[in-house]
Structure formats: C-alpha cells, structure tokens
C-alpha cells in the first residue's frame, strides 16, 4: 500500500488526460511552460477565487463580517463577497457549518481524499457547498458529468461518521451539493443524492483508480480531445498546440479548465508526493 492519495483534481486530470496525470503526478514535472492564451485573465481569476475561499472560510470560523469586508481592496472580489452575504442571508439556514474540512477513505485499496470548500451538518442530513467564481454559470449537465461532483458525496458517504452524533446524516438520501456561482449568486445548482447514485459512482471511481494503478509508467496516453491542451500548463512540453476553431467549440467552460489546471498544478506544488508510487 503506497501513500498516494487520489483526489478529484488528480482523477480529473486522469479523465481529461493519462498522461497529464502522469506527469504532473507520477513523474512531478512542475510548470514547465507558458500558456500564451488570457494567462493575465485567468492567474488574476485564480487567485481572486483562492482570496474569496479565504473569506469564506473567516466567515464560517466566526470572524466578523465587518472585519472580513474591511480587509477587502479588490472591487469584483467585494462584489462576490456581498453576493455571498446577500444570497447567505436567506439560504443558509441553521446547522453545524465545517469549512474547508478534508475527509480521507480508501477506494479500491487505495487513499482517497476530498477537501470540501464547506460541509453543513443539518437536522435532517449533511449538505455540500462549493464556491465557484469563473463567469461562467455552468449547466447541470457539465457539473454532473465532474469528478467532483461524483467524488464528494461518495467520500462524505464513506468517511462523515464522525461528523455529528447521528449515524444516518451521511447516509446517501441525506446528502446533497450545492454549487455556489459568484456571478450568478441566486442561481445555485442543487444535486441531491441517493443509494443508487452512491452505488454507481463507488463502482466507478474504483474502476478508474484500478486502471490507473494497471498502467506503467510511459505508457500513459497524451488525449486525443485537443481541447484539453489548450489551457493545459504542459502544452509546451507535449508540443500540443491546439487550433483555435476547435477549442472554441468548447469555449463555454474554458475559463472554468483554465482554472482547474491552475488549481491543479498549485496544489500539486503544494502537497508532498510520496516516492512510493507502485505502478507497475
Ligand atoms: S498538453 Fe494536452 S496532451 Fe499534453 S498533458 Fe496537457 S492535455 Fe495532455
């Protein structure tokens, strides 16, 4: 048993593209280019998204809201933030809130973890909240189709027992995700969950890291579906250099990529991988 522990960026990555995967993972080659495309655009965006997680996270750990606001010197992040207060006000109701709380279990014989930005501990069951702050207001369809989405509750299934007193508050049929959009505060999407949702996606995700954990090394296969590369940090050393035409078909949710793989690649930076891999 390795250390390795999945989480949703690193299966996504594996989904979008293997050999992503492999090398911002397995092999641990950091940034080793430029995205010539709105890199301005998107850094700014991300890091205004990491600042609001922030705020957020003083929010629910009891700081004023006055002391929050006050610190704040950047006008779209001030008018995310009274978004938030404005849409919280009426939606967030009472409960037990736990901000960017991270719950580990084990899929498939191996580690898997999910940093959730805010869980809510309710009467009646435990409620996912994520933040999103690209423009884009993303169609359910999108988000369900997200690791993440399929990630969350499946690992709050698995690993919520000790949350509250009550053993059945992270039973399938009282979980649901709440995706929080920015720009689009009064618009939130709402996926509940349910016994059948929590059995597919289990057989899913262990099916992934099991074909993960089968591929040798170099034998991760760079994406057919160019427009993966086209805000990928490894664009440069893949030399990928995806048409315009084409990525625009997607350019709905490209920003929202953008920011994933900048998420991606920092986060990596950030955690320590262990050398025990064991891929074959
Ligand atoms: S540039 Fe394209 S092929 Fe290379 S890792 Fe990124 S998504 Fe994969």
């Known amino acids: 048993m390795n250390n390795f522990s999945f989480s949703q960026s690193s299966l996504q990555d594996f989904v979008d593209c293997p050999k992503r ?27 205004l998204g990491n600042r609001f997680h922030l705020l957020c996270h003083q929010f629910f750990t009891g700081l004023p809201v006055d002391t929050i606001t006050q610190a704040i010197d950047d006008e779209a ?36 973890v999910a940093k959730f930005d805010l869980l809510q501990v309710h009467g009646t069951g435990i409620r996912i909240y994520d933040w999103k702050t690209s423009p884009t207001r993303h169609a359910r369809s999108w988000l369900e189709k997200k690791i993440q989405t399929t990630l969350y509750p499946l690992v709050l299934c698995l690993a919520g027992q000790n ?3 009550d053993p059945t508050l992270h039973s399938p049929e009282n979980i649901e995700m709440v995706y929080w959009f920015a720009y689009h505060p009064q618009n939130p999407e709402i996926l509940s969950y349910s016994r059948y949702q929590f059995d597919e996606d289990r057989q899913y995700i262990e099916e992934l890291i099991n074909q993960i954990s089968n591929i040798p090394r170099g034998n991760f296969e760079m994406t057919e ?8 940090t490894y664009r440069s050393f893949c030399d990928r250099h995806p048409d315009p035409v084409l990525t625009g078909l997607d350019e709905e949710n490209s920003f929202e990529t953008a920011l994933e793989n900048l998420a991606a690649a ?11 891999w064991q891929n074959p």
């Open 163 to 165: 949350l509250s007193g």
């Open 266 to 276: 920092f986060e990596n930076q950030l955690d320590e991988i262990p050398e025990t």
């Open 21 to 47: 995967f492999e090398l911002r993972y397995l092999l641990k080659i950091r940034w080793p280019g430029f995205i010539t495309d709105e890199p301005e655009e998107v850094r700014r965006s991300f890091i």
């Open 225 to 232: 579906d160019q427009r993966h590369c086209r805000f990928c």
């Open 77 to 112: 992040l001030l008018e995310w933030w009274n978004n938030f207060l404005a849409w919280g006000q009426e939606a967030l109701g009472e409960g037990q809130y736990l901000p960017e709380i991270t719950l580990h279990t084990h899929l498939a014989g191996r580690q898997v």
